[in-house]
């Protein structure tokens, strides 16, 4: 069994910079892909970012390519985001999602029903 918990999200201003954090109680982040979604008030929920199981490759949605950074420690069962250059329309609650199944060493998926446990989320909020 498999528990995830995000912390790191916030309040900031345009073009402030946050580190979202996500903890897993298992062995996912030694063997399985993982993620960062969100989803905004009354939104789809929608993919941000993603990294296989050895962090050898990554995955990013064009609207935070070149502001967003995904990383993962094994050792230390946590998967970071690093955002920088938030913008309002960034305003969402972010989850982190692991993948049971492994699919190879660089499989990264954008898709949600690919991931089998999910966090509760954490709050990152962007004024203008």
């Known amino acids: 069994q498999v528990q995830l918990v995000e912390s790191g999200g916030g309040l900031v201003q345009a073009g402030g910079s946050l580190r979202l954090s996500c903890a897993a109680s298992?062995?996912?982040?030694?063997?399985?892909?993982m993620g960062w979604f969100r989803q905004a008030p009354g939104k789809e929920r929608e993919f941000v970012a993603a990294?296989?199981?050895?962090?050898?490759?990554?995955n990013y949605a064009d609207s935070v390519k070149a502001r967003f950074t995904i990383s993962r420690d094994n050792a230390k069962q946590m998967l970071y985001l690093q955002m920088n250059s938030l913008k309002p329309e960034d305003t969402a609650v972010y989850y982190c999602?692991?993948?049971?199944?492994?699919?190879?060493?660089?499989?990264?998926?954008?898709?949600?029903?690919?991931?089998?446990?999910w966090g509760q989320g954490t709050q990152v909020t962007v004024s203008s």
């Open positions: 999602a692991a993948e049971v199944e492994y699919d190879g060493p660089y499989y990264a998926p954008a898709y949600a029903d690919r991931y089998d446990y």
């Open positions: 298992g062995r996912i982040f030694s063997s399985h892909a």
């Open positions: 990294i296989s199981w050895n962090g050898g490759a990554t």
